[in-house]
């Protein structure tokens, strides 16, 4: 990713993305005197709550929504082309895994299947398309039958990738064990609704124990985004796919950048996001190294931060 693209990419979105457009000219900020990726500001992703993030003049093809748990308003992510959104899942798998083709997909998404705006479910239905496996699927609440499922695919030694909520994946290894070396495992994050909070590493620990051959990867993507990252490593840390970088910030100033190594605020710059903002300020706290690969620590406590007092000045 190179810093002109960046530059070329923010300076089209700062004029036609209006909520960005409005957020620059809030912050007195002049899209040309940008220079470097390092004094671009990063829109909160609470904007994609409350507003319209898109700079297209056709009507989005699809809106992608995230979950949210009772009486919270899920983020709202206009898709300009579901058909780019599917062609950036496969660049990114095929640099992560290879060919969707060499592998059987399987998901274990109990409660997002129903949810037609989840980009997770699209990604997986992209992935298992591309696949063509006759045992690919989704398997809901239907562990008894992933389990029979994967027990066949290690009979016949065919490679199987698995992706799963973490809630369904611990309540899988609980009660099943498939040892199998063909097949790897993705959690997604997703314990809503447990109230337990566990570290990457306990996490990733609880699940090997039903999957005992078998490593155990992270994902990490959201609804406000085209791309995905993933850990495929034992030391956990994210690497980012070719349209995307993670930048850290100060959690007291928003607009400050920490360096390598130090705690803080994760940035999101994805290219791939052209149609709608391609620089989201998260919410989560992390870490980033000096190879560009970053660890995910958990939430940042809701706290105001200077950008997100503007929200009721946009319109």
Known sequence: MKD????????YQA???????RYMQLLEVDPEKVKSPEEIPFLPIRFFKSHTVYNRPSPPEHIFTSSATTGMVPSR????????????????????????SDYTILALLPSYLERTGSSLVYMMKVLMEESGAQANGFYLHDQDRLYHTLLALARDKKPVWLMGVSFALLDFAAKYTVSHPGLIVVETGGMKGRNIELTRETLHERIRNGFPAS???????????????YA???DLLFSCPSSMRVIIRNLQDPFLQEPDGSRGGINIIDLANSHSCSFIETQDLGY??????????????????????MLTDIS
């Open 288 to 309: 980033r190294l000096s190879d560009g690969r970053f660890q995910v620590l958990g939430r940042i406590p809701d706290t105001e931060r200077r950008g997100c007092n």
């Open 77 to 100: 992510h206009p898709v300009d082309s579901l058909a780019r959104y599917g062609k950036n899942v496969l660049e990114i798998f095929r640099s992560f895994y290879g060919n969707p």
């Open 15 to 21: 004029k036609h993305t209006a909520v960005y457009a």
């Open 232 to 234: 495929c490593r034992e």
């Open 4 to 11: 002109c693209d960046i530059l070329k990419v923010f300076r």
């Open 215 to 229: 490593p155990v990867h992270s994902e990490y993507g959201m609804a406000e985004m085209f791309s995905q990252a």
